[in-house]
Structures are given as C-alpha cells and as structure tokens.
C-alpha cells in the first residue's frame, strides 16, 4: 500500500459536535478500519503466535515489522469484519492467551531494542468462565506492571473503542494518541449503566458521565493527542486515515527513540504516577 507524508495533528483539543453515545456509536462502525488494516501497512510484517503456556487467542495481533529501517514490534486488538473473521478473533475480545502472548512480544521488544507500536480497539475482555479459571486478572495485572518497567519506547493509538481491561492490560505507552471519533474507558456505558442503574437503558448518560471521548481525555491529560478523522468517520477514508496515523508515528518514533533508556524509564514512571489536571 502506497502511503503519502502529512502533517502530524495538533495536539489541541477539538470541539465535539457530537454527543458522547454518538462517538461511541460511531468508534463501533462495521466498516471501521480495525488493527489489521494498520499492522499489515508495515513493512515485513511477520506474525507471532501463542503463548507458549496454552494456545492462540487471535484476538490480538502481534508480530515484529520494519518501519523507516527501524524494527518494530506491533500489537493490535482485531475484531474482524465479517461472521467468519469476528469469531476467529472473538469479537476483539481477549482472552488470558492474548495478554500472555502480548507480555511474552513485550520481552522480545526489550530483547531486541525494538519500539512497540500497539493499535487499540476492543469492546473488554472475554468475560466467559475459561478466562476466570485461565486467570484473567492475574494476566491483566501482570502485562500493566510489565509495561510500566518495559526498556523501549510504547506507542498506543485507540482507533476504536477502548474498553475495560481489554484496553487497559495494553495501554501503558510513554505516549498515546486517538482517532477523533474514538473511545476509551475503564468500563463500556452498558456495563456502566448496568451498575449504577441496575439497567442498560441509561448507556448515553453513561457516556456523557464517564468522559469517554477523545477531546474529554485530553482536556483531562489522559491522552497526548487527537489525530483528526475523515468527515463522517476512519471509514470514509481509510486510506487518509492510515496516513495521519503513520505520521504521527514517524514523528513519536523519532522523538522517543532519542531519549535515554534511563530518561524514557523516569518519564513513564512519573506519567502513570501523576494526577490528571
């Protein structure tokens, strides 16, 4: 795929013109452009399996690639696009094999000094009886705590929806970007609505509660930057979308890469201890 050079965006936030639910909404278009359409843009893509401790969970992609004569190491939560694809990848919903498959590329990535580069979007993680007695949480917790000490540069771009530990077991970066009509929270507005009124009903209320979109995150200080979005969504245009994308990565690569290893340790440690403005 031929690819043109654009401006990375501002990093200021835009005004939504839309409603929270709406973004949600839109973050879950069919057409969407998922992580797969990102992750096979790389040069050399070559991709991992497994876990070495259980299987496969295909619902992340991971594999190590070249961009700009720089090997990378890229990570991606598929949801597939059709019946077929969706259940080969469980919706995009990820497994314990998934998180221990991610930890296991996370330590090839620092083995080899090779930058990761993960693309978010994933509705959770699979909540079905075999996460629990695989240890699902013990497989989140692990892979947050492991990203927080990892030795190389993490890059994190939400181009969906982003949610609960799904996105969380993943999403520890040294920088973090959105597409402007993305998602991202420690809980979906049904899970949300669920709980505090004991009924699905109230998901755009939730969301407007929770501040899940991209402009509120930032004005918080949880994310670094908006890449803006097509008119009427990543769909539209894919192709521009997946050119925004990769010059933001071209432009963080290079800045990250030219910190120290002790001052990109320092600087990630004092971004996930610091409170949000």
């Not at 839109?26 to 070495?52: C, K, N, Q, T, V």
């Not at 075999?130 to 949480?137: G, V």
Request: charged share 20%; proline share 4%; net charge negative.
């Amino acid at each position: 795929m031929t690819r043109t050079k654009t401006n990375s965006s501002s990093n200021h936030a835009v005004t939504p013109t839309q409603s929270a639910w709406e973004t949600v909404k839109l973050a879950r278009h069919s057409e969407r452009p998922h992580a797969s359409h990102y992750i096979h843009a790389f040069s050399d893509f070559d991709e991992l399996h497994g876990d070495r401790m259980y299987s496969d969970c295909r619902a992340v992609i991971a594999g190590t690639a070249m961009h700009h004569g720089r090997a990378v190491m890229l990570l991606g939560q598929e949801k597939g696009h059709d019946l077929e694809s969706r259940l080969e990848h469980n919706f995009g919903m990820p497994r314990p094999e998934a998180y221990r498959k991610a930890g296991r590329c996370y330590r090839l990535a620092e083995r080899y000094h090779m930058p990761v580069i993960i693309f978010l979007d994933s509705p959770g993680a699979h909540a079905g009886i075999s996460a629990e007695q695989h240890n699902q949480s013990e497989a989140i917790a692990t892979n947050i705590v492991n990203m927080a000490g990892l030795k190389v540069p993490i890059l994190v771009y939400v181009i969906g929806e982003a949610m609960s530990g799904g996105a969380m077991a993943m999403g520890v970066s040294d920088y973090t970007a959105m597409l402007s009509h993305s998602v991202y929270s420690v809980i979906s507005p049904e899970g949300c609505s669920g709980i505090l009124w004991k009924d699905k009903a109230h998901m755009a209320t939730a969301s407007e509660m929770m501040a899940v979109t991209a402009p509120s995150l930032l004005e918080r200080g949880f994310i670094d930057r908006i890449l803006p979005e097509p008119q009427g969504g990543a769909h539209c245009d894919s192709a521009t979308m997946l050119n925004t994308v990769f010059a933001d990565i071209d432009v963080q690569l290079d800045r990250l890469c030219a910190l120290s290893e002790q001052a990109l340790l320092e600087r990630r440690q004092t971004r996930l201890l610091s409170t949000a403005p």
